[in-house]
Structure formats: C-alpha cells, structure tokens
C-alpha cells in the first residue's frame, strides 16, 4: 500500500525563522511529488518534484526531493505569519494508480510575530 | 473558469438523506478528481476521471457512493442514505493530465446530523 509520512506534525516558530518540513515516501512505481500549502479549505500548488536533487525555488520556498533515499524536504526562510498554514505533500504513482494522489498526513506551521 | 468551484460550499443534511456535491474543473483540463479531508486527517482519494476513460473508483468508501462527469467537465459526487461518518470536506481537484499538478477547488463542508 502507498504511504507518504510528514515530520514534523506540528511546529511553532517566530517571524524570522527558518523552517524544514519532511516528507518520506513509500510507493509503487513513483512519478513525482508534490507540496500543497492548506490554509483554509483549498490546498495551493507550490511544487511539483520529478528529478532527484534539482531544487525549485519560488521566493523564501524551496523544495528538493532524494528519489534515493525515498524523501523530499520544503524549506521556508524567514518565515512570516502569513506562512501559517497546513503543509501537504503528496505522491504521484504510476501504473494503475496513475493520478492519484497519496498524501501525508500535513505538517500544522504556526508562526508567531 | 479562472479556478476549480464547487458547490454549495456547506451542506447540512440529517443522516439517511442523500446528497449532491458538484465541481466545476478549470477549463480544459481533462482529469477530474474528487478526494475527501475528514478532521485531523489528510486528504484520502475517492475517484478519478480521465478523458473518456472509465473512472478509477478504487478509492470510493462504499456502494453509497457514486460519481460522475457530464461532457466531460461537470462532476457530481452523490451520497446516498448519508452516515455520521461521512462529514468531512470534499474536495474536487482538475489537472491538464494525469502527470500534472492538480489544482484543488475550495470544498464542500458536508456535516451529517
């Protein structure tokens, strides 16, 4: 069965720090992978991983993924309140469960002015 | 469409009822997606339309459960003789494939009295 497991489940910061979130995966015939930011009810696209070791960057977010060690990692600097929000990652697999998404179960961020 | 929308964004209904939940994809997206986010959980896959193909149901919790995509775009989620246990948001998502990102829509609240 597909599995993807986030660390940590919750985290509190103040403004100015940096933050690494994790995302392990275990599932059948990988595609890609995913990061979603969850602040109210709909999770917003920030990245989509393919290749090991290339990392995407969009502002104070990166994100690289370790198709080696089955992991990928979301980094956030100088974090700001408006970063508070549920972090999802997910899994793209191929075969017969093309499409679909397995997700973790969120990293809850919480930062403090 | 500018995003994906679903309706109503909340619904109240008495356990036995059925339900109807509807999303709009953005336009010209082929694949259409409904998973759901019980609370505290992560978001767990229901079905997946692509294209003509028929749908990948694997993820549907019971017979209760049904969808389907008119014309390829509209899909309705239906809910017959609801439980206490299906509360929870569901929420649709479209993507222009299957190895592409998804974009999620804002959710519907459906809580089973």
């Known amino acids: 069965e597909d599995k993807v497991v986030q660390s940590p489940l919750s985290l509190v910061v103040h403004e100015g720090d940096t933050v690494t979130l994790n995302c392990s995966y275990e599932v059948t015939n990988f595609r890609s992978l995913l990061w979603y930011k969850q602040e109210k009810k709909a999770p917003t696209f920030l990245f989509m991983l393919?290749?090991?070791?290339i990392e995407k960057k969009s502002g104070r977010l990166s994100s690289i993924l370790d198709k080696k060690e089955l992991f990928s990692i979301l980094n956030i600097t100088a974090t700001q309140t408006g970063d508070s929000a549920i972090y999802l990652c997910?899994?793209?697999?191929?075969?017969?469960?093309?499409?679909?998404?397995?997700f973790g179960q969120g990293t809850i961020l919480t930062v403090h002015p | 469409g500018a995003g994906v929308s679903q309706s109503p964004s909340n619904k109240v209904t008495e356990k036995g009822k059925d339900v109807e939940l509807r999303c709009d994809p953005i336009?010209?997206?082929?694949?259409l997606y409904w998973y759901r986010q019980s609370l505290g959980q992560g978001l767990e896959f229901l079905i997946y339309?692509?294209?003509?193909?028929?749908?990948?149901k694997s993820g549907l919790p019971s017979d209760r459960f049904s969808a389907e995509r008119t014309g390829g775009s509209v899909s309705t989620l239906t809910i017959q003789r609801t439980q206490q246990e299906d509360s929870a948001v569901y929420l649709c998502?479209?993507?222009?494939?299957?190895?592409?990102?998804?974009?999620f829509g804002p959710g519907t609240r459906l809580t089973v009295l």
């Open positions: 336009s010209g997206h082929t694949a």
């Open positions: 393919t290749s090991s070791g």
């Open positions: 998502a479209s993507s222009s494939g299957a190895r592409d990102e998804q974009f």
């Open positions: 997910a899994a793209n697999a191929g075969g017969t469960s093309y499409g679909k998404l397995t």
């Open positions: 339309f692509q294209g003509n193909s028929a749908p990948d």
